[in-house]
């Protein structure tokens, strides 16, 4: 079992920054991948970015250049620095975590973090 919990979501204008946290806890060293993705009212969930445990690094295309994902084995935390943000990134933020353990994969989920782009 491995428990996350997100932090840093809130209100900004557009073209400005946050920064969000997600701290893991739990069985933390089967975790494979760890992501961020993010749901609209208005749009299915999607993935934004995930961080493979070999270091590679994967984004969506709308967030190419803007959004920095980053991985803290030693604070067992994944961070994603949102920047030149957008009325469009307004949504919930989720991370998630899968671990394979004797080759059964899981994927866990923390509960989300509002982020809300607006002038």
């Known amino acids: 079992q491995v428990q996350l919990v997100e932090s840093g979501g809130g209100l900004v204008q557009p073209g400005g920054s946050l920064r969000l946290s997600c701290a893991a806890s739990g069985n933390i060293s089967s975790i494979n991948v760890m992501g961020w993705y993010r749901q609209s009212p208005v749009s299915p969930r999607e993935m934004v970015a995930v961080?493979?445990?070999?270091?590679?690094?994967s984004y969506a295309n709308s967030v190419k250049g803007r959004f920095t994902i980053s991985r803290d084995n030693a604070e067992n935390a994944v961070y994603l620095q949102m920047n030149s943000l957008k009325p469009e990134d307004t949504a919930v933020y989720f991370c998630?975590?899968?671990?394979?353990?004797?080759?059964?994969?899981?994927?866990?989920w923390g509960q989300g973090t509002q982020v809300t782009v607006s002038a």
């Open positions: 961080t493979i445990s070999d270091g590679r690094v």
């Open positions: 998630k975590a899968t671990t394979i353990v004797r080759f059964k994969v899981s994927d866990y």
